[in-house]
């Protein structure tokens, strides 16, 4: 029997997609993630490029639900992902607006094709030099890929803390919360490492993140509560 080929209509998936996520009665994450499940394996045998078209399309509308399940269904598309390089990274990180868009757009696709070796360094550095605050948090969240040993991630000190270096200095609240985040993440690997950044750059290092990286250090949490003595 001659095997037929699937037809994937962008369009028409474009459209089913928002009515559904629209139609939603919780718009939270397992629900979302339920219903990119669902998507997911309708689209295991189509063309990476249909995949991505439909995820650029969909990260176009607004909405923070559209960049989620876009940036989940790629995530999960082994040859779509794949494809994700710098020119591709740059075209689905276009329009992030907010913190919720960067860390979509930083932990499912520029972070792990960063930590595969898709993107090169200099491309990550180059947004920690970017004159969007949006560019340079996705930056310093990209390295959270590189060490979250639940997102996949094995180590990686070196990226890591050059990308840190880079924004030591940067006062944009979104930044500092992203490079307390970084160093965090990255304390979990390699203590040490980061120990010895927090004392090079002792004086230049916002004193958030000094706050909440030595808590991390010394309890192991990011804001600790404190513990009430009865007498």
Same mark, same amino acid.
Request: aromatic content about 8%; hydrophobic content about 40%; some cysteine.
């Given at each position: ?7 994937? +209509?962008?369009?028409? !998936?474009?459209?089913?997609?928002? !009515? ?9 994450? =397992?629900? #979302?993630?339920?219903? $990119? ?10 063309? =990476?490029?249909?995949? !991505? ?11 923070? #639900?559209?960049?989620?399940?876009? =940036? *989940? /269904?790629? @995530? @999960? +598309? ?30 499912? /696709? ?6 595969? $070796?898709? #993107? ?7 947004? =920690? ?10 930056? /310093? ?9 639940? @997102? ?5 000190? &070196? ?12 006062? *944009?609240?979104?930044? &500092?919360?992203? !490079?307390?985040?970084?160093?965090? *993440? ?24 000094? $706050? ?14 404190? &513990?009430?003595?009865?007498?």
């Amino acid at each position: 029997m001659k095997h037929v080929a699937k037809t994937f +209509h962008i369009t028409d !998936l474009e459209t089913e997609i928002s !009515l559904r996520l629209e139609a939603l009665h919780e718009k939270r994450t =397992a629900a #979302i993630r339920s219903l $990119r499940q669902e998507y997911s394996c309708r689209l295991n045998d189509a063309p =990476a490029k249909t995949v !991505l078209e439909l995820s650029r399309r969909l990260m176009e509308r607004s909405g923070a #639900i559209y960049r989620f399940f876009a =940036a *989940e /269904l790629i @995530h @999960h +598309h082994n040859e779509a992902f794949r494809r994700v390089d710098a020119g591709e990274v740059k075209r689905l990180g276009k329009g992030m607006a907010s913190w919720g868009d960067v860390d979509i757009f930083a932990y499912y /696709l520029s972070g792990p094709a960063w930590r595969n $070796r898709q #993107i090169p360094d200099r491309v990550v550095a180059g947004w =920690a030099r970017d004159q969007s605050i949006w560019w340079r948090r996705a930056a /310093l969240v990209s390295t959270v890929p590189l060490n979250s040993k639940a @997102h996949g991630g094995t180590g990686d000190t &070196v990226r890591t803390l050059k990308i840190c270096r880079l924004l030591v200095d940067d006062r *944009e609240d979104m930044v &500092v919360k992203a !490079l307390s985040w970084a160093l965090r *993440e990255l304390a979990k690997r390699d203590p040490a490492a980061v120990k010895e950044f927090m004392s090079e750059f002792d004086k230049r290092i916002a004193a958030r993140v000094k $706050r909440e990286v030595n808590n991390k250090l010394t309890t192991g949490l990011k804001n600790p509560r404190q &513990v009430r003595v009865i007498s």
